[in-house]
RNA sequence: GGGUGCGUAACUCAGUGGAUAGAGUAGCUGCCUUCUAAGCAGCGAGUCGUAGGUUCAAAUCCUACCGCACCCGCCA
């Protein structure tokens, strides 16, 4: 990593210049705030003239004639109040992008120390579809997934799916007086049925005072293992998780399902724990935990409830078994809940007390990463025309069938012939990857607004127009008959023109890029840094020609575009977006 | 009432201590006998919610206030 090997020289020359008292000191190196200053800069003259007494930049121009970096960079200039800047010489550069020519990562590190790390993201709920509530943790928690298994840690991707607890005490019983059926039967009713039942449920439980005493004993009868009752719940376990599947398949996401139920006979031990740890306090009935820090209407410590006062348990009880799980059985070092910022505080209350109850050290990360809302155009949460919650597959379905509309508008208007087979995944790969790549370049932590329209377009920072770069590359390749896995080794790079240098950069930046995500968790940071790159491609393309320039530059400029198009597909999969040859 | 997050160009948003605050869209203007113009270049557009404070340096950190969203003991 280019930024890495910076600041280990600006470091040493720090020592080298002022003595060893320097050698703690973070050397500020960051990427240039203006292309004008060059490529790296240090700022670290500007934080020390309390500490050496002498003026900013007189401490810089020391750092210049100390810093060893010949061959790497241009004679440090010094500039302003102190900014020490560095700009890449095109022959480093050029040595750099040569080396990862042969390199399947691209350059990118796997991690110095990999981690075992839980992310649990997804997560819907059995007896419901899945709908546009899911959108965000399935694609964020994927990418991330995906980032961190590419940098090397061993990761565990959990759904946590809701498949326990009252909602199917209240299923079941209602199921029980109207389709007694379906409790014996497999797939005697399809998931949207189970819905709505769900629903009536729902309302005959506000209203029916029996009712939700049946619904209780089913809970009971349920968790105390009956036959006919696990039965029941396992059916329709069973059709939800089918249904769950073909999206899961459709979006290309695996993840290993471990629900609710699975931490069952792990709850009352957690209360046992938290009892023997003094923490465990009793208020109207429930036991809880009463949180440092938080505070109700009155002023009074608000209380983390982990039995209620029925008996039972509740969600902050299995959270806190899980983590222990996730800690103890799993080995987990760093463990990361993709969940909507709603929860925030029910993540922060459950972690202290996971914490303060020694159930997690302080040398695991416990990390609560969340997301806004999907917003419809109106600016309040998006729902169908006539109300409802959107689905999920619907949602899909309709980014993928407006891509296929856009594609058949445009092969008509270019007098193209496709086969279905084409027609039919281009429309897949773009409709999925917008959708994607539409939340995924947003700052996960405020609210969006969802528009087709906008992830669809064919310009501006969407999945069209990456794909579109990557296309290009691929066009140069079936023009030119050529097969850039067998361009040779010996040709080399060189970066005359501006384009060439300003692409070759960037290029070269992508483990400072993911580097970086893997520590703040922000897949926009990706997205933002293959738009750039798709930005800097189309310019070379549009201003050196590669077919028509003549050897060496021919060849030279080949291997940039074969880079740019291979740095495109993997960090296009890092956001879990395939790649089209022709579009 | 308390908590959390947000408030940046007409619109959608980047930018979590560094130089003159950026991009996309929309608008206007150029560039296709040339590797897919689904592209490229240029132009206009901002009291970074308001007021204080910390710092050599603040959109960024702190405090207060205004506005919006979400959460607030037995749903998850």
Redesign the pocket.
């Known amino acids: 990593m280019i930024l890495e090997l910076l600041k280990n020289r600006v470091s040493q020359a720090l020592v080298a210049a002022f003595g060893e008292e320097l050698a703690g000191v973070d050397p500020?190196v960051?990427p240039?705030?203006?292309p004008?200053?060059?490529d790296y800069?240090s700022?670290?003259a500007?934080?020390l003239?309390?500490q050496l007494k002498q003026n900013?930049r007189a401490i810089a121009q020391q750092i210049a004639d100390n810093i060893d970096i010949t061959n790497i960079c241009q004679t440090p200039?010094i500039?302003?109040?102190?900014?020490?800047?560095f700009t890449l010489l095109a022959s480093y550069l050029a040595t750099r992008l040569k080396d990862i020519q042969t390199d399947s990562r691209l350059g990118v590190e796997i991690a110095k120390n990999p981690q075992r790390t839980v992310i649990d993201f997804s997560?819907p709920?059995i007896a419901k579809e899945m709908h546009v509530g899911h959108l965000r943790s399935t694609i964020i928690g994927d990418s991330i997934a995906r980032i961190l298994e590419f940098r090397g840690h061993d990761v565990l991707r959990l759904n946590?799916v809701?498949d326990?607890?009252?909602?199917f005490g209240m299923l079941i019983a209602y199921l029980r007086e109207a389709y007694p059926k379906a409790l014996t039967t497999a797939d005697a009713l399809d998931l949207g049925d189970l819905v709505s039942l769900y629903k009536k449920a729902k309302v005959r439980f506000d209203e029916d005072e029996q009712f939700r005493e049946n619904s209780r004993q089913e809970v009971v009868k349920l968790q105390a293992g009956a036959e006919d009752s696990r039965h029941a719940w396992q059916l329709l376990c069973n059709q939800s998780r089918r249904e769950f599947q073909t999206i899961y398949d459709l979006l290309k996401i695996e993840l290993k399902e471990r629900g609710?139920s699975f931490y069952n006979p792990l709850l009352t031990g957690v209360v046992e724990e938290l009892s023997n740890q003094g923490l465990l306090a009793e208020?109207?009935?429930?036991k809880?935990v009463?949180l440092e820090g938080?505070?109700?209407?009155?002023?009074?410590p608000?209380?983390?409830?982990v039995?209620?006062?029925?008996g039972?348990?509740?969600?902050?009880?299995?959270?806190l078994a899980a983590l222990n799980y996730r800690v103890q059985q799993d080995g987990a070092q760093r463990i990361i809940y993709v969940?909507?910022?709603?929860?925030?505080?029910?993540f922060?209350g459950v972690f202290q007390v996971a914490r303060r109850a020694g159930m997690v050290s302080e040398r695991v990360e416990v990390v609560h990463v969340?997301f806004?809302?999907v917003?419809g155009p109106d600016?309040?949460?998006l729902k169908t025309r006539s109300g409802e919650t959107v689905r999920l597959r619907d949602l899909l379905a309709e980014a993928v069938s407006r891509a296929r509309k856009?594609?058949e508008v445009?092969?008509e208007?270019?007098g193209r012939q496709e086969e279905e087979e084409f027609i039919a995944d281009?429309a897949r790969v773009?409709g999925m990857g917008a959708v994607k790549y539409a939340d995924l370049?947003?700052?996960?932590?405020?609210?969006?607004?969802f528009?087709y329209d906008?992830m669809l377009?064919?310009?501006?920072?969407?999945a069209?127009?990456m794909?579109?770069?990557y296309?290009?590359?691929?066009?140069?390749?079936?023009?030119?008959k050529i097969d850039f896995e067998n361009l040779t080794e010996d040709e080399k790079i060189n970066l005359a023109e501006t384009e060439e240098l300003v692409l070759g950069k960037h290029i070269l930046q992508l483990s400072e890029v993911l580097a970086e995500v893997e520590q703040?968790l922000?897949p926009?940071?990706l997205c933002?840094y293959l738009?750039?790159l798709?930005?800097k491609?189309?310019?070379?393309?549009?201003?050196?020609?590669?077919?028509?320039?003549t050897e060496p530059q021919r060849t030279s400029?080949l291997i940039l575009?074969d880079l740019t198009a291979r740095t495109l597909k993997l960090g296009l999969s890092l956001l879990g977006m395939e790649v089209?040859?022709?579009?």
């Open positions: 500020l960051v240039a705030s203006n004008r200053f060059g800069q700022n670290v500007l934080s003239p309390k900013p200039e500039a302003g109040p102190g900014f020490l800047n997560s709920n946590h809701g326990w607890g009252t909602q609710e208020s109207e009935g429930a809880c009463f938080f505070q109700n209407k009155k002023g009074e608000l209380p983390l409830i039995q209620k006062s029925d039972g348990y509740n969600y902050a009880t299995t959270d969940t909507d910022t709603g929860q925030a505080n029910h922060a969340p806004g809302l917003l600016g309040k949460k856009d594609l445009r092969l208007k270019e281009v773009v370049s947003q700052n996960r932590t405020s609210d969006y607004i528009s906008k377009a064919l310009q501006g920072n969407t069209p127009y794909l579109y770069a296309v290009r590359v691929q066009g140069i390749s079936r023009k030119g703040d922000l926009n940071r933002q738009f750039e798709s930005q491609f189309n310019l070379f393309y549009d201003r050196c020609p590669i077919l028509k320039a400029r575009a089209l040859e022709r579009m």
